[in-house]
């Protein structure tokens, strides 16, 4: 009676403890198919010299949703056109001057234009390699930050089960929405460096670091021997705030852009007025 008792109890525990180990491995699963997934695509960009056309892929997708966006009536949409494609005036003359329907097609254009200028600018092969170096860096930091991500889901959505509804479902779902933003991210962060990164000249390159520390002592010092052997008197000029024409000239370019984006909110404005 009493090993029958016994044996009984530790089937219960054997088989509380198989539910708990088949658990984890359903949950690990679903971490295992992202991390495939994101492998497979690492690999890729390491093997590849050329990813110019995945970059193409990641413009053209980027300017559908860009021109399919709720706020793209909205008086930001210029602004986070810009944010990504930073182009120029004219190209957001044409681009905002274009009809509504052919305003995805005339996007994408502008966009393949300026990747075009980048690529002169920084040559063919450096732009090889700034694209997978670009790529490659923000892969890695948005992987980081989706394995942070699906260890705190992990960790409250046992809670799921309170309201009658299916942990380990809800943690494939929510996990795969995790993914997916990730992936967003990921095209939208590789334009956004990629667009903003600026070529460097070998000068600049082989130009030796100075800290503001080393620049403010040899500035003294400079100032020493000139005061010391100074013959020539100073003029009005040569007390002028260079710091306050500078802004002063960035006011002037500020208002004057604002001035044609107002300008092409109006011719907008007139042309669904007349539809």
């Keep these: 009676m009493i090993s029958r008792s ?3 109890a530790q089937k219960k525990v054997e088989g509380f403890h198989f539910d708990q180990r088949k658990s984890v491995v359903q949950y690990d699963d679903v971490m295992n198919r992202h991390r495939k997934a994101v492998y497979a695509m690492r690999r890729e960009i390491l093997r590849s ?3 110019s056309k995945r970059i193409k892929i990641l413009i053209d997708d980027e300017a559908h949703a860009l021109a399919v966006s709720p706020l793209v009536t909205s008086d930001e949409f210029e602004d986070m056109v810009r944010h990504v494609f930073p182009f120029d005036e004219p190209a957001l003359d044409r681009l905002f001057d274009s009809d509504a329907t052919k305003f995805e ?4 254009t ?3 234009e300026l990747y075009d200028a980048r690529i002169a600018a920084f040559g063919d092969d450096i732009m090889r390699k700034v694209e997978r170096d670009i790529y490659l860096q923000v892969l890695d930091n948005l992987w980081m930050q989706h394995l942070e991500n699906m260890d705190h889901l992990r ?6 089960s309170v309201g009658q509804q299916d942990p380990l479902v809800e943690y494939r779902r929510r996990g795969q929405m995790l993914f997916e933003d990730m992936q967003t991210s990921l095209r939208h962060d590789v334009l956004l460096h990629l667009f903003h990164a600026e070529p460097v000249s070998q000068e600049e390159l082989d130009r ?3 800290t503001d520390l080393t620049l403010a002592a040899r500035g003294s010092v400079d100032n020493a021997s000139q005061i010391l052997t100074a013959e020539t008197e100073f003029e009005a000029g040569d007390f002028t705030d260079k710091k306050t024409t500078a802004q002063t000239q960035k006011k002037q370019a500020t208002s004057k852009k604002k001035a044609r984006k107002t300008e092409r909110k109006r ?3 007139a042309k669904r007025r007349k539809k």
């Design 49 to 51: 010299d050329n990813i």
């Design 6 to 8: 016994l044996e009984g």
């Design 110 to 112: 502008e966009a393949a």
């Design 267 to 269: 011719k907008t404005a």
């Design 208 to 210: 030796a670091i100075e």
């Design 155 to 160: 960790e409250g959505i046992h809670w799921m």
């Design 105 to 108: 097609k005339t996007l994408k």
